[in-house]
């Protein structure tokens, strides 16, 4: 596997300067940028001492402890990462042996939840091959969960488009017969009498009933006309509406990152699709909701790598998705609960891919978090 030699400097919390090793091949001018190719890379890379303190972190290593570097660098392993005090003897050997080591699906506990990493440590050894004054390890973690999110995320982009062009295609073919149905009851009223009339009305009524329900299966309509949003008060708009419309009966917390910048999107359309999951937390039923706004950096959507990408979720305490239901779950008309349509979801996810983003969800007991990706545009992108 590739040995990195690391030559110490200090800048912003984090010590890169020069990556050199035999297996990298790096010549002297690839090695003048090589603070930027760590700082690029996907893989977290953390490197620490004999005594297990952290000396360094690649920008990749932050996003996966969601920590700065400046709140990681000093620490020891062992606080940040509890699971890993079992190993350190381990570390020990590795450092004594100078090979390497891999240990897959290790659970790495984050706030709120947890996440499964593969991790690789290799011993790098002071002189002058390493260009390290001390002996380090160096540590490449790779999210598992990333990995397996990547690959279904791919599968039901795919799913979503057919089955919406299906939707679509019906939604056409019917709302031509539904006019012809609701005009010829138009007609024919002209000619009743009054106690007639109501029997046409009723046409008209189920017509009119009809033509909403295929409105809404066909998704949103109006064009998408974006302008500079502020996730916030999106949440707080949604929010608001929750508490009028639902009133008692749960608790509907807020845990927001301020710090989110405002980005290209369409307002009415983001409400909703928040509104929408937030109305499918609380048919859950559930007794606690939770609004929650992070950031993604380095993220990927689809087949395209964001470098800032906003994560709004809403969590619930309710019972969970039903198996039955997993695969299915945005599909038009499939609702676990009985007053649902099975619309909401799906509108959703409309609206999240017209943004150039994604809906996603976990779902156990007591916890089930539905997921909204949107990539933090400064502009509209025509290409999604």
Known sequence: M????????????????????????????????????????????????????????????????????????GQALERLWPQTASLAGLFADILQSAHSFTRRGLPLPLPGREVLVDMTVTAILPGVESGVREAVLLFELNQVDRLRRLAHEEELVDR????????????????????????????????????????????????????????????????????????HQVLEHVRSLILAEVGEGFVLRRDYDPSIPEFAGDPDQLVQAVLNLVRNAVQAPSHLIVLRSRIERQFTIGQRRHKL?????????????????RDTLFYPMVTGHAAGTGLGLSIAQDIARRHGGLIEYTSRPARTVFTLFLPLRQEYDPTG
């Open 309 to 325: 990408v906003l994560r709004a979720e809403v969590e619930d305490d309710g019972p969970g998705v039903p198996q039955s239901l």
């Open 2 to 73: 590739p040995r990195y030699g690391l030559v110490e400097t200090h800048q912003n919390g984090v010590f890169w300067a020069e990556v050199v090793g035999p297996d990298l091949a790096l010549g002297d001018a690839v090695a003048s940028h090589a603070e930027s190719i760590v700082e690029n890379l996907t893989t977290a890379v953390v490197v620490a001492d004999a005594a297990l303190r952290l000396k360094a972190v690649n920008p990749a290593g932050e996003i996966l402890f969601e920590l700065s570097a400046k709140q990681m660098v």
């Open 160 to 231: 979503h488009l057919a089955q919406r062009a299906v939707v679509r295609g019906l939604a056409h073919e019917i709302k031509n017969p539904l006019g012809g149905l609701r005009g010829a009851a138009q007609l024919l009223e002209r000619k009743l009498s009054d106690s007639e009339r109501e029997y046409t009305r009723i046409i008209i009524r189920e017509a009119d009933r009809l033509q909403g329900l295929v409105d809404r299966l066909a998704g949103p309509t109006r064009p998408y006309l974006p302008v500079q949003v502020n996730i």
